[in-house]
């Protein structure tokens, strides 16, 4: 052990005259493990959001879409869809329909956004199929057939008839009704969306669209009755409360669209690519087409994501600036405590970068424990948090029901970093003052 770091030590652990001094001490450490610590569950924390909020996002939506930039949907989809699906870096792609659209059963109704598509397909860029809790997507990849055809357009004549409500004496009137039930057409709705409606598996739910048609009467909107056969539950509030599913042909049934589709989805190889795989994938469809990718739509979220990050670090970071101070009024008055001790050591020879080392490294040493003892607090208190959920949120408000903390090894480096350079500013003035000292005049009247 080198010289200036063994008296360095033996100073810390020495018994002080001035119990003042060692208190300091105590509460520069303390500051400096506080700060640590805090600065590490606030960076997990809001890494945890990021990467969750990504991961859900992602893997629940497409990469990128492809659209037509006159609003009169996409003509011959298929031959499009199989062309654009062999280009570099498609991994999938999949046809869809999105709509606004009403949701209802009996007096409960709530906004949507109806998704027209083909499971198949679906499944291979979003996985929202795949969280169905209750029910099945089954019915989804069965065909329509002409019994569901009179179904929908039976509903568009009495929009108020519901399986639910309605109630019969006969029991093959009853038997009529289960029938007419089985042969509505299939939709999947979210688990928040179900709990406002108060349906579930089986119940009938009336969908209305805002694009309706011209009659002798005027616009009238246009609806049609569907038969709830899976509730999906992703954990994320925004779909599970406004997010539902139909086939493909259904949905261009309802919005009248003939054998027209509004975007084509794709999913790719490289997420952080998407910029530049869209702009080849435009350019690949041809003229009248526009594209967008994941980081468009959702760049606001993570740009404020990322200054919260900022902010959050230089606002706790002030907890490592107080300590920062502490660890500086300890040095100056241990430096006042060993004047004599000081000089001692001067007229036996140590010289003046050797005394100001001794400071400089206790100022360290104290930096150092305090970090080492906020690291392994703050990466504990984030493991505890992650694995047990400890803090529960409305998802109405944080679209996700718990805080989800994510610590990562780098940000611990940073903070190390930072918290010991802090704390190595803070010992220059007093390791200088140390290192002025004159023997002859600290010794003149011992």
């Known amino acids: 052990m080198r010289f200036e770091l063994f008296v360095a030590g033996r100073y810390l652990r020495a018994k002080r005259r001035q119990a003042f001094i060692g208190i300091i001490t105590g509460i520069s450490i303390a500051g400096v493990a506080a700060g640590v610590a805090s600065l590490i569950v606030a960076l997990a924390i809001n890494n945890g959001f990021r990467q969750d909020l990504q991961e859900r996002l992602i893997g629940s939506t497409s990469h990128i879409s492809l659209l037509r930039i006159a609003d009169d949907g996409i003509k ?13 870096h498609v991994v999938a792609a999949a046809p869809a329909i999105f709509e606004q659209v009403l ?9 949507a956004v109806l998704k027209g598509i083909i499971p198949q397909d679906e499944r291979k860029i979003g996985d929202l199929l795949s969280t169905i809790k209750q029910g099945s997507a089954a019915a989804l990849e069965q065909p329509a057939t002409p019994d569901q055809d009179s179904s929908g357009a039976d509903a568009q004549n009495n929009p108020a008839a519901d399986s639910n409500s309605g109630e019969s004496d006969s029991p093959d009137d009853l038997a009529e009704v289960h029938t007419r039930v089985a042969a509505m057409p299939p939709i999947v709705i979210g688990k928040d969306m179900s709990d406002a409606l108060g349906a579930t598996v089986g119940s009938v739910v009336l969908v209305t669209s805002p694009q309706g048609e011209l009659t002798p009467f005027g616009m ?21 409360a406004s997010w539902a599913f139909t086939r493909l042909s259904d949905a261009q049934r309802l919005f009248g669209l003939g054998d027209l589709i509004s975007v084509v989805e794709f999913k790719i190889d ?30 606001a979220l993570f740009h404020a994501l990322r200054l919260e990050r900022l902010v959050t670090f230089i606002t706790i970071g002030l907890i490592v600036f107080v300590a920062a101070l502490n660890i500086l009024i300890s040095l100056i008055m241990m430096v006042m405590e060993k004047t004599r001790d000081i000089a001692v050591l001067m007229s036996m020879g140590v010289r003046k970068k050797q005394v100001r080392n001794i400071f400089m490294a206790q100022g360290v040493l104290i930096g150092v424990i305090g970090t080492v003892i906020g690291l392994l607090l703050g990466y504990a208190i984030s493991y505890a948090g992650g694995h047990y959920h400890i803090i529960s949120l409305s998802p109405e408000v944080y679209s996700i029901d718990y805080v989800p903390f994510a610590p990562r ?26 290192a002025r000292t004159l023997p002859a005049e600290a010794l003149r009247y011992e």
């Open 76 to 88: 011959d989809w298929p031959s499009l869809l199989d062309h654009l699906s062999k280009q570099p």
């Open 103 to 111: 949701v209802s059963r009996g007096p409960r109704a709530n906004g």
């Open 220 to 240: 009238v909107p246009k609806y049609s009755r569907f038969r709830v056969v899976g509730i999906f539950d992703s954990g994320f509030y925004d779909y599970d």
């Open 270 to 299: 490289d997420i952080y690519k998407a910029e530049q795989i869209s702009q080849e994938i435009e350019t690949a469809a041809g003229k009248g087409f526009m594209t967008t990718n994941w980081m468009e739509q959702n760049k």
């Open 409 to 434: 090894p780098m940000d611990g480096v940073l903070v190390a970093f930072v918290s010991i350079g802090v704390s190595f500013i803070a010992t220059l003035y007093p390791s200088w003052s140390a």
